[in-house]
C-alpha cells in the first residue's frame, strides 16, 4: 500500500470519525469508566408536563438510545482503524501477507483479512 493510499484512507477515516463523534454528541454521552456512550434524554424545556409529553420523551429517549447503537459501534471500529494505521502491516492480509482489496479496506478500513481469507 503506498503512502498516498495511507494518507488519503487516514483523511477520510478522521473525517467520519468527526461526523459521528458529533453526531453522538448530539444524542448521548461517552461515559469514561466504562469507555460506552450512553444516550441523553432530551433537554427539558419547560417544569411541567403532562403524560403525552412523558410518553413523547420516551419514544425520543428509546430512539436516542437505538441510533446510538448503530452509530457507536462505527465510531469504535474507526477509532480502532486509525490505530490500526500505524501498524506497519496496515493494508496487508494477517493470513497471505498480500494486500487487502482497495474495496474492501473502504467498506472496513479495519479490516485485517483479504476477502479471501475473510472469517466466517
Ligand atoms: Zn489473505
Do not use: Y
Given at each position: 500500500?503506498?503512502?498516498?493510499?495511507?494518507?488519503?484512507?487516514?483523511?477520510?477515516?478522521?473525517?467520519?470519525?468527526?461526523?459521528?463523534?458529533?453526531?453522538?454528541?448530539?444524542?448521548?454521552?461517552?461515559?469514561?469508566?466504562?469507555?460506552?456512550?450512553?444516550a441523553?434524554?432530551?433537554?427539558?424545556?419547560?417544569?411541567?408536563?403532562?403524560?403525552?409529553?412523558?410518553?413523547?420523551?420516551?419514544?425520543?429517549f428509546?430512539?436516542?438510545?437505538?441510533?446510538?447503537?448503530?452509530?457507536?459501534?462505527?465510531?469504535?471500529?474507526?477509532?480502532?482503524?486509525?490505530?490500526?494505521?500505524?501498524?506497519?502491516?496496515?493494508?496487508?492480509?494477517?493470513?497471505?501477507?498480500?494486500?487487502?482489496?482497495?474495496a474492501?479496506?473502504?467498506?472496513?478500513?479495519?479490516?485485517?483479512?483479504?476477502?479471501?481469507?475473510?472469517?466466517g
Amino acid at each position: 500500500m503506498s503512502m498516498l493510499d495511507k494518507k488519503k484512507i487516514k483523511e477520510n477515516l478522521e473525517a467520519e470519525r468527526d461526523v459521528l463523534f458529533e453526531e453522538l454528541r448530539g444524542i448521548g454521552k461517552l461515559n469514561p469508566e466504562t469507555d460506552e456512550w450512553e444516550a441523553t434524554p432530551e433537554e427539558i424545556d419547560f417544569p411541567e408536563s403532562d403524560q403525552n409529553d412523558m410518553a413523547d420523551r420516551f419514544e425520543d429517549f428509546e430512539a436516542r438510545s437505538s441510533m446510538l447503537r448503530t452509530l457507536a459501534p462505527r465510531l469504535n471500529n474507526i477509532l480502532k482503524a486509525i490505530k490500526g494505521l500505524n501498524r506497519d502491516s496496515f493494508g496487508t492480509c494477517d493470513v497471505c501477507k498480500k494486500d487487502i482489496e482497495q474495496a474492501r479496506l473502504n467498506a472496513n478500513p479495519a479490516a485485517r483479512t483479504c476477502k479471501k481469507h475473510l472469517e466466517g
